[in-house]
């Protein structure tokens, strides 16, 4: 069975807590929570508060998406929010391996995103220093975009290698994930897949989770 993590971007935030509820009752494993800076991508999204109260309203792990520059300035920070896990962008570390054991060190998971332009051989020599990989499907920013295809060719790529070297790292999947499509992602070997306005855009975003963890 896949891995659920909505995305709570595409919840309503004057609704929080009700989305909180929602999410805990229901069959998602994790959190997803997207941090941009405005910087790194062209949007701003929110930040350590919002991470600290929703901690305060789960006990579901919380995977902290860092779409920012120079995440190693906020690390401490994430982690005292409550974060489990916290993925940095490869495009946005010169010192990738540092900020990896700086995550590790803070006593998370740590994980690395690829945009959609970058090659999985970016992450040849730090795949076993890692607990997961983040495959982005769409360019990193915003909710709501179409997925792109070729992402598929990336995840079935980045499978085979894992197998080889690293085969518990975890792949996760971010952007356009529809029920039409996860078959399509987890079959290429993911096993996390993110969803937000596939899961927030329905009548019953409790039921759509179901609906995403008999996906096979
Ligand atoms: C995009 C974010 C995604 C986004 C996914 O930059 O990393 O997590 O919230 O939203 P959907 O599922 O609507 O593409
Ligand atoms: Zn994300």
């Not at 190693?72 to 946005?92: L, N, P, R």
């Not at 730090?126 to 360019?139: E, H």
Request: hydrophobic share 45%.
């Amino acid at each position: 069975m896949p891995i659920i993590a909505p995305s709570i971007l595409a919840a309503n935030f004057l609704q929080l807590q009700q989305t909180c509820a929602m999410l805990n009752e229901s069959k998602a494993d994790w959190f997803h929570l997207d941090i941009m800076d405005g910087r790194f991508v062209p949007n701003i999204s929110f930040g350590i508060p919002v991470v600290n109260a929703i901690k305060k309203a789960t006990s579901k792990i919380l995977d902290v998406h860092l779409m920012i520059v120079e995440p190693e300035k906020y690390i401490d920070d994430f982690k005292k929010a409550g974060a489990d896990s916290i993925t940095v962008h490869v495009e946005a570390c010169p010192h990738l391996h540092r900020n990896i054991q700086q995550i590790k060190d803070a006593g998370l998971k740590a994980g690395v995103a690829l945009n959609p332009h970058t090659p999985i051989c970016m992450l040849e020599n730090i795949l076993s220093d890692i607990d997961m990989v983040l495959i982005m499907s769409v360019n990193p920013g915003f909710g709501g975009q179409s997925f792109i295809p070729n992402s598929l060719h990336k995840i079935k790529e980045l499978r085979k290698l894992l197998n080889k070297v690293a085969p518990e790292v975890l792949i996760e999947v971010d952007g356009g994930i529809t029920l039409k499509n996860a078959a399509a992602v987890i079959q290429s070997g993911a096993n996390v897949l993110v969803a937000g306005s596939a899961i927030f855009n329905t009548q019953h975003p409790d039921a759509t989770i179901e609906q995403f963890k008999m996906v096979v």
